[in-house]
């Protein structure tokens, strides 16, 4: 899983049929350097002059919204967030391998402030 | 898996039914040499891992193993979970 903060929706009308109705979101992963320094990492911590990891294209089954900060699963775990949302018994057979599964309210980092 | 350090906690009330109950940490991964790589992850922790431990992150069914040992996990949400925490490495 990684945290992240939502930076769009993508659409599309042309997709395979199970993910229909799948809302789909980009979403831009945290780096160490957008901490507060002195977070527990250490002296050693990044400077923040990374690149900027690859947006992930997300399934959201808790209506996330642009600016939020949420948690994404990958491979088996977003299928079975995915499926939560389906009927009762359904195996989640869906062409998902990323899904936003918590929308974050805190993050509490011990000597970086919140 | 990774080796990281831990560096905060995190908390969410709207989340899927599957990470009811899981605490959730925010992990600073580290290279070879022990250099902090700038990639984040997020892992389940049943080994009550603090703020400021090294430990070790298991990715996968690897991590499913973690939550709930023994098979028949296929239901577990959890794509990553704390495994060990480290004492020492060279």
């Known amino acids: ?114 | 898996m990774i080796r990281g350090t831990v560096v905060g906690q995190l908390w969410a009330t709207r989340k899927a039914r599957g990470l009811d109950g899981q605490k959730l940490l925010l992990i600073a991964a580290r290279d070879a040499d022990g250099r902090t790589t700038g990639r984040l992850v997020v892992a389940s922790d049943v080994i009550d891992a603090r703020a400021g431990e090294d430990v070790t992150v298991a990715f996968g069914s690897g991590a499913r193993n973690v939550l709930r040992p023994g098979g028949g996990d296929r239901d577990v949400l959890c794509d990553a979970a704390v495994a060990a925490i480290v004492e020492g490495a060279g």
């Open chain 1, 1 to 114: 899983m990684f945290l992240g903060r939502v930076a769009g929706t993508v659409w599309s009308t042309v997709k395979w049929p199970q993910a229909v109705g799948i809302k789909l979101l980009l979403v831009r992963p945290y780096r160490l350097g957008d901490l507060p320094p002195g977070t527990a990492a250490g002296p050693t911590g990044a400077t923040g002059s990374e690149p900027v990891d690859d947006l992930v294209v997300c399934a959201d089954t808790l209506d996330a919204g642009p600016g939020d900060d949420v948690i994404v699963a990958f491979g088996h775990a977003a299928r079975v967030a995915v499926s939560e949302k389906l009927a009762p018994g359904s195996k989640p057979m869906v062409p998902i391998d990323a899904a936003v599964v918590a929308i974050v309210d805190r993050v509490d980092l011990p000597g970086g402030g919140e």
